[in-house]
């Protein structure tokens, strides 16, 4: 299983940003797929998630209402478009996914850093 991360770079204060995650290597049903972020100096944070079937999403407080995790199944992609951009959501992003019923996440992409200038 691989995931590729891709789309991050650098954002005004108040501008836009969409990720973008692929998938490879098996299929995706009945799996969680989340993004995560790590700050500089920060433990790694849950952004929000969303099941591969039914479209479940769920964020974490400090994002809900800006950010969006959405999938294309056709292309095995799932992207987090984040609007309304802060310096505080500058980190490196990655996208992980794990099957509905695994306690952690179990795949991981390599990350893309996201800056958010003020």
């Known amino acids: 299983v691989q995931l590729q991360a891709s789309g991050g770079g650098l954002v005004q204060t108040g501008g836009s940003l969409t990720l973008s995650c692929a998938a490879s290597g098996r299929t995706f049903s009945g799996y969680i797929m989340a993004w995560f972020r790590q700050a500089p100096g920060k433990e790694r944070d849950f952004v929000g998630s969303l099941r591969w079937n039914g479209g479940r999403t769920d964020y974490a407080d400090s994002v809900k209402g800006r950010f969006t995790i959405s999938a294309n199944n056709y292309k095995r992609t799932l992207y987090l478009r984040m609007n309304s951009l802060k310096p505080e959501d500058t980190a490196i992003y990655y996208c992980?996914?794990?099957?509905?019923?695994?306690?952690?996440?179990?795949?991981w992409g390599q990350g893309t850093l996201v800056t958010v200038s003020s």
């Open positions: 992980a996914a794990r099957f509905f019923t695994a306690a952690n996440y179990s795949y």
